[in-house]
């Protein structure tokens, strides 16, 4: 590659807009560019790295006996209503309607259509199991796009889902793609760890994250100082929710109300170094619904919300539903939830979390709730200690770190192939659904995830791995006929002899290209100078900074 040639627009400063290093350090390498909020364009360097971390992904995968297929970035709305998330995936899903006023989506996920496929095809427990995966765009409409390649609204995912007869076979293939995980993330040059997670909208129990542990990472993971265990934080603090007649509830309920703390000052009173809360209001709409209004000092989705309530089924309220509430806007967050029926029991719990929130006009303008509604009002305040006791071992003590989330891999069971009659003919000639697992890798996000653990002051150090290219030849004068004579041959030598090599070739003082060859990251330069009068060039590794003269012909060797 000639710099010369190249499409890259390098900037000095970093753009406003972002907060992060990799976006930070992606933007001004000029390997994306940003089109709409969370969504970017890859440039030549920048899409090949994006292309080796596939590459990476592919290449373990079909080692792992996965098969590659592409599916639909459009699908049809049917499909996602037999699966019951039509309703269920809320604003996140990209909606349109083609000319005929037909509903589509754009993929945020593909379930659905892997199931639809793999239900037409498959008739017999002798074809199975199958694992199937792809890599492709994926449209999410985020609340929160930021951070660059971490979280957009249009990304690359690996997707791949495994089908089963039965739950022997899911678990050797979960432990498979665990395994093929470990590699592609261990091959791309990252420190990661696999924690115990929330399974979120895609459903099933059996589920682990990989976590790059990086300071930015927008989750947070407990592990234990003495035995294996790690969780995200969602998960891992249901273990300590508050319990009826707990030391904490007691606690709690010294808490004076209306609760007009603010979490800080819970925490403090409670003499706790973190706390989570989410107050909530809950009342009757309907013959079979409840409304609950979440006041969330976090996000707040249906999963959380699931094992906050200990129900098994909530939606989220739509914008309208909210709206006709006429609410106090200055006290609600945004988000509605509406709650199937749930027992009386769950509401008496509920009652005993409550901390507040009858006061006239509180939450529901003119309103006393208790008079005019039926309303019952709860929070449920969550505890996490640093330093508590390992729920695993017992003997360790829980630490915290942040990480992004970069993979993900789930057993589903018979969560879809029961809802779109997914079925097989088992051995006795039965008809039974299949077992399904799902495994998902966000690739571009890893890209921006390699660049959090692997950057200094003078921009990125990609892992060799995944470096747009390998070597950087940079003549330093120009203008000397003999240098540049070197360089280009020393290019063209690596270059035949399968080095991924860059020249650059720009009539540009030599600072000027060591400072773009050091944002870029490429691991190392090869520095034609002054020293070719002795037969050397300098070259230096972008990691360690070391450097050292090479003997021109023992280059390629040295390289290799
Ligand atoms: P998050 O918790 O960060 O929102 P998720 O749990 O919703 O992610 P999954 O449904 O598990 O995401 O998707 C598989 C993988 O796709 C994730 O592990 C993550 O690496 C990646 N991913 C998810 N959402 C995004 C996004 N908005 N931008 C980039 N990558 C994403
Ligand atoms: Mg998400
Ligand atoms: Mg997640
Ligand atoms: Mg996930």
Excluded at 431 to 458: F, K, W
Excluded at 518 to 531: A, S
């Amino acid at each position: 590659m000639r710099f010369s040639k190249l499409f890259v627009h390098t900037l000095k400063e970093t753009p406003k807009e972002a907060e992060v290093i990799s976006h930070k350090l992606l933007l001004r390498a000029g390997m994306i560019k940003k089109l709409a909020s969370g969504i970017y364009s890859y440039m030549p360097l920048g899409y090949r790295v994006l292309r080796k971390i596939e590459g990476i992904v592919r290449e373990e995968l079909d080692k792992a006996g996965a098969q590659e297929i592409l599916m639909p970035v459009l699908q049809p709305a049917e499909l996602w209503q037999e699966s019951g998330r039509w309703d269920k995936m809320g604003d996140e899903m990209m909606r349109m309607t083609d000319r005929h006023n037909r509903n589509f989506v754009l993929g945020p996920t593909h379930e659905e259509v892997v199931t639809d496929i793999v239900r037409r095809e498959v008739k017999s427990y002798k074809e199975l199991p199958i694992n199937l995966y792809q890599i492709q765009l994926k449209y999410r409409d985020e609340r929160r796009p930021r951070f660059g390649l971490m979280r957009g609204r249009e990304f690359f995912m690996k997707d791949g889902y495994s089908f089963h007869t039965d739950e022997d076979s899911l678990e050797k293939e979960y432990q498979n793609m665990h395994e093929a995980y470990n590699n592609i993330f261990s091959r791309c040059g990252l420190t990661f760890r696999a924690v115990e997670a929330d399974s979120g909208n895609i459903g099933g129990d059996t589920t682990h994250e990989i976590m790059v542990l990086a300071d930015s990472g927008e989750d947070e993971v407990l592990y234990c100082d003495k035995c294996e265990y790690a969780a995200n934080i969602e998960k891992a603090e249901s273990k300590f929710v508050a319990k009826e007649n707990s030391e904490e509830l007691k606690e709690l309920e010294k808490v004076e109300t209306p609760n007009k703390k603010s979490i800080e000052e819970v925490a403090e009173f409670l003499g706790v170094e973190k706390i989570n809360t989410v107050k909530a209001m809950i009342f009757k709409t309907e013959e079979e619904f409840y409304m609950v209004l979440i006041r969330g000092d976090y996000e707040v989705n249906e999963v959380k919300l699931k094992n906050l309530l200990k129900v098994s089924e909530v939606t989220l309220a739509n914008d309208a539903e909210i709206e006709k509430l006429n609410l106090h806007k200055g006290f609600l967050g945004p988000v509605g939830v509406k709650l199937k029926i749930i027992a009386d029991e769950t509401i008496k719990n509920m009652k005993n979390y409550v901390t507040g929130g009858n006061d006239i006009d509180n939450h529901y303008i003119n309103t006393n709730h208790n008079k005019d509604y039926s309303v019952e009002t709860f929070a449920d305040i969550r505890i996490v200690k640093l330093g508590e006791k390992c729920p695993r071992c017992s003997d360790g003590v829980l630490n915290s770190a942040r990480g992004i989330e970069v993979g993900q891999i789930f057993k589903l069971g018979t969560k879809y192939s029961e809802a779109l009659k997914c079925n097989f003919i088992n051995e006795n000639g039965r008809q039974q659904p299949m077992l399904m697992g799902c495994y998902g890798i966000g690739v571009s996000r890893t890209m921006a995830a390699a660049v959090e653990q692997n950057y200094d002051e003078s921009g990125i150090i990609w892992p060799i791995s995944i470096a747009p290219y390998i070597v950087d030849v940079i003549p330093v004068n120009m203008k000397d006929k003999e240098q540049v004579e070197v360089a280009e041959k020393l290019y063209n030598n690596l270059k035949e002899n399968g080095i991924e090599v860059a020249i650059d070739d720009r009539k540009e003082r030599a600072g000027f290209k060591f400072k773009d060859a050091d944002l870029i990251g490429f691991p190392v330069k090869v520095i034609v100078g002054k020293g070719i009068a002795t037969g050397k060039v300098e070259v230096v590794n972008r990691k360690t900074g070391e450097k050292e003269d090479i003997e021109i012909e023992e280059l390629l060797n040295y390289i290799n």
